[in-house]
């Protein structure tokens, strides 16, 4: 028994363990999109000139390349909700003297989005506490390792799709979506439904969460002599004729009230522009690469009229 424990129990056990740990380091050091970008700002956070922050709208819709407003980079990711924005921001914002615009997405689900009141951002939670170092999620010692996670394929997919997608300057594109009537009536049918959240029981205390990390990060950049803009993006017209209006009248009250109150910030409401149709977009609510290019520019210009 003894001579089975030394020459197999133990070294399979070895075994495992260093298939593991490497494993987690490779898992790691593979490029995905929040790690690239946290170690992208630790690095370069002093020469941006242009920040900008939000969810997947402004991740895939502002190339800060096209803006024409000096060196930007863009800290946005899928499903970021204001309160790591503005956890962004201020983690670097000591360190960059030449920033002078904050760029923040005001889109149909911004006023609710809020990753703390659901479990299904579990995963999302952890990574902003790996990779972006937010403390306020109390994320237990076992759920660190990306090995936990247990669904490597999945990992590897997104893998290879942000390898191809990812730009120098954070912008994210994804392949476009064939366009076909009916599925995108049924995909902006299905995604406005799931971001319809007026009437959730949370809505209140989310709204109100929210409202305040606006008005955070509009002290802190007006402090600094920054404009904060606030942009919502261009959606299809089968995306916005299934949203609930009461909503995107909240979202523009939020934003016309925010303007009032701080004289450095604006906003910039494209949702319905003309301008943009379906060979601009990669799904009913989200531009592609040409669509962004295109609207960067148009960004770019309007809030050089300021």
């Not at 363990?17 to 370069?44: I, Q």
């Not at 819709?61 to 956890?87: R, V, Y």
């Not at 990060?217 to 803009?229: D, Q």
Request: aromatic share 12%; proline share 3%.
């Amino acid at each position: 028994m003894k001579k089975f424990l030394l020459k197999v129990v133990i070294p399979s056990v070895l075994l495992i363990v260093a298939v593991v740990a490497t494993g987690e380091l490779l898992l790691h050091a593979f490029p995905h999109e929040k790690l690239y970008k946290s170690r992208w700002m630790d690095n370069n956070a002093e020469e941006v000139h242009v920040l900008v922050l939000g969810s997947s709208n402004t991740n895939r819709a502002i190339m800060p390349s096209e803006l024409g407003l000096g060196k930007g980079f863009s800290c946005a990711g899928p499903s970021q909700d204001l309160h790591n924005d503005s956890w962004i921001l201020h983690r670097y914002i000591e360190r960059m003297d030449s920033l002078r615009y904050v760029v923040v997405d005001m889109n149909y689900l911004t006023p609710f989005l809020n990753i703390d009141y659901d479990d299904s951002y579990a995963v999302l939670r952890k990574r902003y506490r790996i990779y972006w170092g937010n403390r306020d999620y109390a994320v237990r010692w076992w759920e660190w390792p990306e090995v936990s996670r247990f669904n490597w394929l999945a990992w590897y997919k997104d893998f290879v799709a942000e390898k191809d997608t990812i730009y120098a300057d954070g912008f994210m594109s994804r392949p476009s979506d064939r366009y076909n009537e009916d599925d995108w009536r049924y995909y902006a049918w299905m995604t406005a439904s799931d971001h319809n959240m007026i009437d959730d029981s949370n809505a209140a205390r989310i709204l109100e969460a929210n409202i305040d990390e606006l008005r955070c990060m509009a002290t802190t950049c007006r402090e600094r002599g920054v404009k904060m803009v606030m942009v919502t993006c261009p959606v299809h017209e089968f995306f916005y004729s299934q949203m609930d209006q009461r909503q995107v009248e909240l979202m523009h009250r939020v934003a016309d009230s925010l303007c009032a109150e701080y004289p450095n910030v604006c906003y910039m409401d494209f949702m319905t522009c003309p301008l943009f149709t379906a060979e601009d977009m990669s799904n009913a609510n989200h531009l592609n690469r040409r669509g962004a290019v295109r609207f960067s520019q148009m960004v770019g210009d309007s809030i050089r009229r300021l």
